[in-house]
């Protein structure tokens, strides 16, 4: 199964509070979980990525936590500030000749001032 | 470094009609992409060029789709004819490596089939 599957959809958070979005997968040759982050009208941006040999990765305010025996992952975003209301979106790659990026359907986060 | 450009960035045609769209990724990137993203969706690749020659073209509709790399830089993606489903964005990316980490996305053309 080449999906990903994304949730929440929609996602309201208070400045300062912790965004929590997940996703899971079926497919366990995938080999490389990123999370990118999309403004209206801008292309989606790197904001931070995990392989599967490791459990959480931190990067300033963004944490990804990696479960490989649930088949799941998670982006955590510490301190929600208004500039990051955005979508975000995980995705993974299977590797090989072709490295194509598998992406969720999206979370639309709101982080209200 | 320069960002993937891609032009136009909005295009309105009647259906049936044909569009075609550019991209020039970043200097020395030798992998290029091209996605569909439909509103409210996440983007799924269309065509994975490596240099000039096709990688990936698996999920292109090839009836009505096209794209080519001429010599390895610039790409043109072709719809002919289009249809109101192919109202969407179109991203085209490139990295710099075979692995696809660190993909670098333009700001992708807007188009809307009426």
């Known amino acids: 199964q080449q999906q990903v599957k994304q949730s929440p959809q929609s996602l309201i958070v208070q400045k300062g509070g912790i965004s929590i979005i997940n996703c899971a997968y079926e497919n366990t040759a995938f080999d490389y979980f990123p999370w990118y982050q999309q403004f209206p009208g801008k292309g989606p941006a790197l904001l931070i990525a995990?392989?599967?040999?490791?459990s959480e990765k931190k990067e300033g305010r963004f944490t990804i936590s990696f479960n490989k025996s649930a088949k799941q992952f998670s982006l955590h975003i510490m301190d929600s500030q208004p500039g990051d209301s955005a979508t975000y979106f995980c995705a993974a790659t299977l590797g090989g000749a072709t490295n194509k990026l598998i992406f969720g359907t999206g979370t639309l986060l709101a982080v209200q001032p | 470094e320069a960002g993937v450009a891609q032009s136009p960035r909005y295009k309105i045609i009647e259906k049936r009609q044909s569009v075609a769209f550019w991209c020039n990724p970043i200097?020395?990137?030798?992998?290029l992409y091209w996605y569909q993203q439909i509103l409210g969706q996440g983007p799924k690749l269309l065509i994975q060029f490596q240099n000039n020659g096709v990688v990936d073209d698996s999920q292109l509709p090839k009836d009505r789709f096209s794209a080519e790399r001429l010599k390895g830089v610039d790409s043109t993606l072709k719809i002919q004819p289009a249809k109101l489903e192919d109202s969407a964005v179109y991203l085209c990316?490139?990295?710099?490596?075979?692995?696809?980490?660190?993909?670098?996305f333009g700001s992708g053309t807007r188009l809307t089939v009426v």
């Open positions: 200097s020395g990137h030798a992998t």
């Open positions: 990316a490139s990295s710099s490596d075979r692995t696809g980490h660190g993909y670098t």
């Open positions: 995990i392989r599967p040999d490791v």
